[in-house]
């Protein structure tokens, strides 16, 4: 009998295209002090105005809106190759994978929402030129919510491949 296969391949489509997103980022070099998570993280007007500041005398503004650009494509890979995983270790398996793919669906969901509203905020601000409370204050808010979304859809997924892998086709 022929098992039947977690459906992973958008999931490490969109770790590829994370992987290309930090290499980029990692090319553009020290050209500011501030980076992407740091806009993620400022929480006000005046510091989302003084990183975009900083970003447009470094000559990296239209690679920043780029690099969020491609960020937005990544949630929706990433995002939905994650749910279609936890979905499928979720049909596919039973007790502790089963487990394991309901979070991983969930923590994918989680994982969408948060960073398209943070991205989208952060996006909105850096074509406006001008930053606003509210929005950074959600982007801020919303970013450690994502991150945690993000490890449970990574690590999930690499343990539900290793409880799917080494377990019995019989069981």
Do not use: C
């Not at 098992?3 to 930090?22: D, K, N, S, T, Y």
């Not at 398209?116 to 850096?126: A, K, N, P, S, V």
């Not at 993000?150 to 069981?171: Q, Y």
């Amino acid at each position: 009998m022929i098992r039947e296969r977690p459906q992973i391949r958008l999931w490490l489509i969109g770790l590829a295209m994370f992987a290309v997103l930090i290499g980029a980022s990692i090319l553009r070099g020290d050209a500011s002090e501030f980076g992407i998570v740091d806009h993620q993280t400022a929480g006000t007007a005046a510091q989302i105005d003084m990183i975009q500041a900083d970003w447009r005398a470094a000559g990296i503004r239209n690679f920043v809106i780029l690099s969020m650009i491609g960020d937005l494509l990544f949630i929706g890979v990433y995002g939905w190759g994650s749910y279609v995983a936890g979905r499928s270790f979720s049909r596919i398996g039973n007790g502790f994978l089963r487990a394991i793919g309901v979070a991983v669906a969930i923590a994918a969901i989680v994982f969408l929402v948060t960073d398209y509203i943070e991205t989208i905020l952060q996006l909105i601000q850096l074509l406006r030129e001008q930053g606003s409370d509210w929005m950074a204050g959600t982007a801020a808010t919303v970013q450690p919510i994502k991150v945690g979304a993000w490890i449970v859809t990574f690590i999930g997924v690499i343990v539900a491949l290793g409880v799917w892998r080494f377990s019995s086709s019989d069981a």
